[in-house]
């Protein structure tokens, strides 16, 4: 009997059809999951937090989609960003809010965090009170908790209060990326532009390590919005965050988006959490609805 073959990973997951569709232009991910070169440091595997995840563990997921395989994790890498070592796509896929597509009333976000193959990788879960949500909506501040299938929060993201229809440096968004909670290990600031969605990525440091782009507008009624992320000069696009379009039904009565993020798979494991955080405010930013709208503010 042959044995089963493992399915060809060629690109993002189809919201629709749950079918992997082919992207051009970007580099595809390799079929499984390539062992690191010998002369890559890695820790000692007995440091390592999980070695075979079970299919279904942590509440709120999706019951009988597998979780990601642990990797080893390489020396100087934040506990829990193992997972993020060895891909070079991030799947999210946010959880529908059925209070706010019938009352209208702002719920916390959840979301899934997957690979191409359409396996686990984390959940996140935004932290805010009930006040806060529904006062501010899309413009409030929160924290973003990322867990892994155990239930560890491996990733924070902090946003501050701050508005974003407004030329003032104080005022453009930024969040910061915890790894582990309460270690600072990026962030992604707002860059002033008359026209265009701009951001930087930076370092612990706050030393600029990407840019990204977004479009002159953040809609495209029937296909993606690509935010590409580019070298510091903006002359080599080396990977793009896609809000996907996930129908017409669902674009227009509710705001669970699908998103699909595509890195250099050799890019610091660090700056890889630091554009997930990236997502995350993108989202909130432009595609969170706001009273019946999409919130499209915050390039000025």
């Known amino acids: 009997m042959d044995k089963p073959r493992a399915p060809r990973n060629t690109g993002y997951l189809d919201p629709q059809a749950g079918s992997l569709e082919p992207q051009v232009g970007y580099p595809g991910s390799h079929a499984g999951y390539p062992v690191p070169p010998a002369d890559y440091p890695v820790a000692d595997q007995s440091s390592i937090p999980v070695s075979d995840q079970p ?10 989609v597998p979780w990601m395989p642990a990797p080893p994790r390489p020396l100087n890498c934040p506990p829990g960003l193992e997972y993020l070592t060895q891909i070079d796509q991030v ?24 690979n191409s193959f359409g396996q686990k990788i984390f959940l996140a879960v935004e932290d805010t009170d009930c006040c806060t949500r ?31 229809s407004c030329c003032f440096p104080c ?3 930024k969040i910061e990326v915890q790894a582990p909670p309460g270690v600072p290990i990026g962030y992604i600031t707002q860059t002033w532009h008359p026209f265009l969605p701009k951001f930087k990525i930076q370092n612990e440091k706050e030393e600029d390590v990407l840019k ?44 669970a988006d699908n998103f699909g993020i595509q890195f250099p798979v050799d890019l610091d494991v660090k700056m890889k959490a630091v554009v997930l955080g990236a997502c995350f405010l993108i989202d909130f930013m432009f595609f969170e609805k706001a009273g019946g709208q999409d919130q499209k503010a915050g390039v000025w």
């Open 91 to 114: 799947l999210i896929h946010q959880e529908v809010k059925l209070l706010k597509v019938l009352l209208d009333f702002q719920s916390k976000n959840k979301y899934e965090i997957k």
């Open 55 to 64: 299919e279904h563990t942590q509440p709120g997921g999706s019951a009988g």
């Open 171 to 173: 005022c453009l968004q």
């Open 212 to 255: 990204i782009c977004g479009p002159f507008f953040v809609c495209n009624c029937f296909g993606d919005v690509d935010f590409e992320i580019k070298s510091l000069d903006e002359q080599n696009v080396v990977g793009k965050i896609a809000k996907q379009w996930t129908g017409l039904y669902r674009e227009a009565f509710s705001d």
């Open 134 to 164: 529904n006062c501010w909506e899309a413009l409030r501040p929160f924290t973003l908790r990322i867990l892994d299938n155990t239930g560890r929060e491996v990733i924070t993201l902090e946003r501050p209060l701050r508005c974003t």
